[in-house]
């Protein structure tokens, strides 16, 4: 390395102090110094502003690497993921609107009908725990294959217990959460795989909804069929989609697990193919004029790989129960548990609710209640999506081209607020029994706070630690479960004994709590990254 590029490469360290998480996005000339030429070498966005560097930089000779992949495959491969976490995520509210119908044909209360729900939740959060690891070692492409098979034959399962037992329905829920675990943590895992960091803010946004559409267009759609045809058919035709997604799957959804090396911005030498590696943990890149062969159509339908030998499979098992010690990733979690338990909460009352007097809702009627929830996820998708980019990006020109995590934390005062008043609405008409349009509308307002939530968690936590994005969902998704899953066990007795403007508001206070914690993360979030960078507890824990 030359005398100018160990200045340049002294600056770039000085700079980040070692700070994950701290991206220059920005080729920011007048403010980098020595830096600047480093920079004018990478990659940078060649529409809308130019001086954008491509974050992470794609592989220099291989086409191989989904950074380079054309737009229309990334879109394909993302479309069918979101199809994916849609599908599992109507599975699982899919009960709300046929549970007057299956409390009849058992013979159960509203309440233990809901631990069939909580039955479902757990074991989404418990075995993310057991797949997603073999994503990290055996790649993403067989977990969506198997995991999708496996739910559908669940489904086809619950079709035909929906008018046999309650203990034959209750198992076949908890084996539908087992095998539906994935869609909340491969996906994300997904995007940081295929995508530059200026996309993931919009994108994460689309898969948040796709999972909470699927949350309030499920008991929408199922409300519809079991209305006329039963419990049973609404599960018959999840089934069909569910199938008609993995075939889709397995011919248009190549493997996006990427091994090769990559260009690193912190190593001057890195793209002129230096293939010295002075310090642990950089990346080597390989020579230019070795250009890799391109994969065929028929190689990309390739089950699986033989397996990442760089990656110990009882390490990666461990590694989510090390990263609850890291207080970005916690926080993340309780923002991202708290924003989805709105689903079940709603899920698991509505008839509760609304069948009553003096509402009367049918079936068909609790179904087409979800509509409003999902159009507030609408807005909720372009606040935290496109509206959260902006503003991040505001801040990073201002802080010279640099992004830090927090910059898009702003925009959790107005998920708190969307939150609280959404939910102040909802519990004050119904409590007075106004016209049904404004408890609706309160839902609304309340799922426009819910959906910037669980975008806000996942895109906070993968912005500070985006090298663990998949071992990161798998902690969200656990925690998130279990949340969720202490609601199925209380809620519908807890609204009876307390009412439900006590109920929702004290959600709601909960809710408003934990993201007013964005203020200190907003004002020492950095230094918290860099103790952590400092303490680096998986290595201590002998994971890396």
């Known amino acids: 390395m030359t005398e100018q590029g160990r200045e340049s490469s002294g600056e770039i360290e000085r700079y980040f102090h070692g700070t994950p998480g701290t991206e220059i996005l920005f080729d920011d000339s007048s403010k980098h110094g020595a830096v600047s030429d480093r920079l004018h070498q990478l990659k940078h966005r060649t529409k809308g502003d130019s001086r954008m560097l491509l974050v992470p930089q794609p592989s220099i000779n291989d086409p191989n690497d989904p950074l380079r992949w054309p737009a229309w495959k990334k879109n394909l491969v993302f479309f069918n993921g979101c199809w994916y976490a849609f599908m599992g995520a109507i599975t699982g509210p899919i009960m709300a609107a046929g549970m007057e119908q299956l409390s009849v044909t058992f013979g159960k209360s509203l309440q233990t009908l809901t631990y069939a729900n909580g039955a479902c939740l757990i074991n989404q959060g418990v075995w993310n725990c057991v797949w997603m690891p073999f994503a990290v070692k055996y790649g993403r492409r067989p977990i969506y294959l198997f995991s999708n098979l496996l739910m559908g034959i669940a489904c086809i399962w619950l079709a035909v217990a929906s008018d046999k037992t309650y203990l034959v329905f209750l198992v076949g829920r908890a084996f539908l959460g087992a095998f539906q675990a994935p869609i909340e943590s491969i996906v994300p895992a997904t995007v940081t795989d295929m995508f530059f960091l200026h996309h993931r803010g919009e994108l994460v946004a689309i898969y948040g909804l796709a999972v909470l559409g699927g949350n309030e267009l499920g008991p929408m759609f199922s409300g519809l069929i079991v209305q006329d045809l039963g419990m049973g058919w609404a599960f018959w035709i999840v089934t069909i989609f569910v199938f008609v997604n993995l075939i889709c799957m397995f011919f248009f959804m190549p493997e996006t697990k990427y091994t090769g090396p990559r260009p690193d911005p912190l190593n001057v030498n890195s793209s002129t193919g230096d293939s010295s590696d002075d310090q642990k943990g950089r990346v080597v890149v390989a020579d230019e004029a070795s250009p890799v062969p391109q994969r065929s159509f028929v190689q990309e339908l390739q089950f699986?790989?033989?397996?990442?030998?760089?990656?110990?499979?009882?390490?990666?098992?461990?590694?989510?129960?090390?990263?609850?010690?890291?207080?970005?990733?916690?926080?993340?979690c309780f923002i991202y548990g708290l924003a989805l338990s709105w689903n079940v909460i709603l899920g698991a009352t509505v008839a509760q609710l609304f069948a009553p007097p003096p509402y009367g809702f049918n079936s068909r009627n609790q179904g087409l209640f979800f509509l409003s929830p999902f159009m507030g996820s609408l807005f909720g998708v372009f606040f935290s999506g496109p509206g959260g980019d902006w503003i991040a990006n505001l801040f990073t020109k201002r802080n010279h081209g640099v992004r830090e995590p927090e910059m898009r934390l702003p925009i959790c005062l107005l998920a708190a607020f969307f939150t609280f008043f959404g939910a102040l609405w909802f519990a004050l008409a119904y409590e007075h029994q106004m016209h049904w349009m404004m408890p609706v509308v309160g839902a609304g307002i309340l799922s426009v706070g819910s959906q910037m939530g669980t975008t806000l968690g996942m895109n906070y936590a993968l912005d500070c630690h985006k090298e663990l994005s998949v071992e990161i969902m798998i902690t969200i998704a656990a925690l998130k479960s279990c949340i969720a899953w202490i609601w199925t066990w209380v809620i519908?007795?807890?609204?009876?004994?307390?009412?439900?403007?006590?109920?929702?508001?004290?959600?709601?206070?909960?809710?408003?709590?934990?993201?007013?914690?964005?203020?200190?993360?907003?004002?020492?979030?950095?230094?918290?990254?860099?103790?952590?960078?400092?303490?680096?507890?998986?290595q201590a824990a002998g994971l890396l």
Do not use: E
């Open 304 to 332: 699986w790989s033989r397996g990442d030998p760089d990656v110990n499979l009882a390490h990666i098992f461990m590694r989510p129960f090390v990263l609850l010690a890291y207080p970005t990733v916690v926080w993340s």
């Open 492 to 538: 519908n007795d807890f609204i009876t004994a307390s009412g439900v403007l006590s109920v929702f508001m004290t959600v709601a206070t909960i809710n408003v709590v934990i993201y007013l914690f964005c203020i200190p993360f907003n004002l020492k979030g950095k230094q918290v990254r860099i103790w952590l960078h400092k303490k680096n507890f998986l």
